[in-house]
């Protein structure tokens, strides 16, 4: 089956640590995105993909970064400069822009 | 630039009795509107869209909303709701054949026997 899996689910981690979050995707997207979700605010997204080897700052980039070496990849890093990770983070893809977003599971990140 | 609103954060309402989530939207160009579905810790599914054509629009599960231009609103309608609809309703807008989709606060539907 197609879709969209992100690891791992929940995440622990200590203050001053860079953490990296996983997503893959097997549908033949484009587009790639990653969002984060706080209770009460929605989505904000934090960086995007139009194709491989692309990528863009979303809303809330700073202390984030992404990279896109391969379509069907495009893994998170929350580095010790995000001074309130602590979140659920989204993963999604689409074909193209402005198209229907195919979301993952999401990881919830704790930082202890 | 584009913005969403939802006016609701929540609603709670009785089995079989009908619902409506509004959403209003601002943008200086065309757009697309979308409705998703979160269940509790899981992603978001898509529930319904609006690109061009008719204004009414509907999904598989009794769902329907109605892009209004001239209100720029496109409010989520289910005439008799489940204790299963229960969950977290999300409006977004995207610019026409735009990266960068714009979601709303989220509304929590709460369906009680």
């Known amino acids: 089956d197609g879709g969209i899996t992100q690891s791992p689910k929940y995440l622990f981690r200590k203050e001053g640590q860079n953490v990296t979050l996983s997503c893959e995707q097997n549908?033949?997207?484009?587009?790639m995105y990653w969002y984060r979700q706080d209770p009460g605010q929605g989505l904000r997204l934090i960086y995007y993909s139009q194709i491989v080897n692309d990528f863009q700052k979303g809303d809330i980039a700073e202390g984030y970064s992404v990279s896109r070496e391969k379509k069907e990849s495009f893994p998170l890093t929350v580095t010790s400069a995000q001074k309130n990770p602590t979140a659920f983070y989204l993963c999604?893809?689409?074909?193209?822009?402005?198209?229907?977003?195919?979301f993952g599971p999401g990881t919830r990140l704790t930082v202890l | 630039a584009q913005s969403v609103t939802q006016l609701d954060s929540q609603v709670p309402v009785f089995e079989e009795a009908p619902v409506e989530l509004r959403c209003n939207y601002s943008s200086s160009v065309s757009v697309y509107l979308f409705w998703y579905v979160q269940y509790p810790n899981q992603g978001l599914q898509l529930l319904l869209k609006?690109?061009?054509?008719?204004?009414l629009v509907e999904s598989i599960n009794g769902f329907e909303a109605e892009f209004n231009k001239s209100q720029t609103s496109f409010h989520l309608r289910k005439p008799s709701v489940h204790i299963s609809d229960t969950a977290e309703y999300f409006c977004a807008v995207s610019e026409t054949g735009g990266f960068k989709t714009i979601f709303g606060a989220g509304t929590r539907l709460f369906v009680k026997a």
């Open positions: 999604a893809s689409s074909i193209g822009g402005g198209d229907t977003q195919y």
């Open positions: 549908l033949n997207h484009d587009a």
């Open positions: 609006y690109l061009s054509g008719s204004t």
